[in-house]
């Protein structure tokens, strides 16, 4: 009865490891994908000077390869092996998730904050261009201040990660879109 036993708890032993074995190789195999697909998306991203998610990427493709390579090497040590999986896993998610949003046609909230910036920054130096035309520098020059210092802090924003700093240099990005558009208006259409 006891060699009974022995077998069925070592088949079930052998059959655990294999399992084990499976997965860990199915958990390898979703890095490597992820890590091709983020290494296409990170090129993408540089191409359409998306700097925010361009600096996401590079930090996250290292580490990712870091863990599986971790991964792939850790033989002993179960609970380990479990707290690495666990990593693996919450990276490759994180990752994947930024994939899907490089792809996506909807841009996140910073990013078109930044976007309409630019865009007032356009509208900025086009009024310049225009009152250059004129010859009416002079009055093109709050303008001018305006277009520098909006220019100043979307490179900020462009840069910040932390979440806190990054909601109060987009406050200040706003008004000074704001104080330019104002600007404009006075400069086009004095009163």
């Known amino acids: 009865m006891n060699h009974i036993i022995t ?15 499976d997965s860990k190789e199915q958990l390898l195999k979703k890095g490597e994908e ?46 380990k092996m479990a707290i690495l999986e666990k990593e693996l896993t919450l990276v490759i998610k994180k990752m994947s998730l930024e994939i899907e949003m490089a792809y ?14 630019k865009d007032m920054v356009q509208r900025g130096e086009n009024t310049l261009a225009y009152l250059k035309e004129k010859n009416r520098q ?30 109060d240099l987009e406050l200040q ?4 879109e704001n104080k330019l558009s104002n600007d404009i208006f006075e400069v086009i259409s004095p009163h």
């Open 173 to 176: 990005m706003i008004k000074l």
């Open 7 to 21: 077998t069925v708890s070592l088949a079930l032993l052998i059959n655990g490891i294999i399992a084990d074995v």
């Open 104 to 117: 996506s046609d909807a841009p996140d909230i910073h990013t078109k904050l930044v976007n309409r910036a």
């Open 138 to 167: 002079d009055d093109g020059k709050t303008v001018q201040k305006d277009v520098n210092d909006l220019k100043a802090i979307i490179d900020q924003v462009e840069q910040e990660d932390d979440m806190i700093k990054l909601n």
């Open 34 to 79: 992820i890590g091709k697909q983020a290494k296409d998306a990170l090129e993408m991203l540089k191409s359409q000077h998306r700097n925010r998610e361009v600096r996401h990427l590079e930090k996250d493709i290292p580490l990712l390869n870091e863990l599986m390579q971790t991964y792939r090497n850790q033989q002993t040590d179960d609970e």
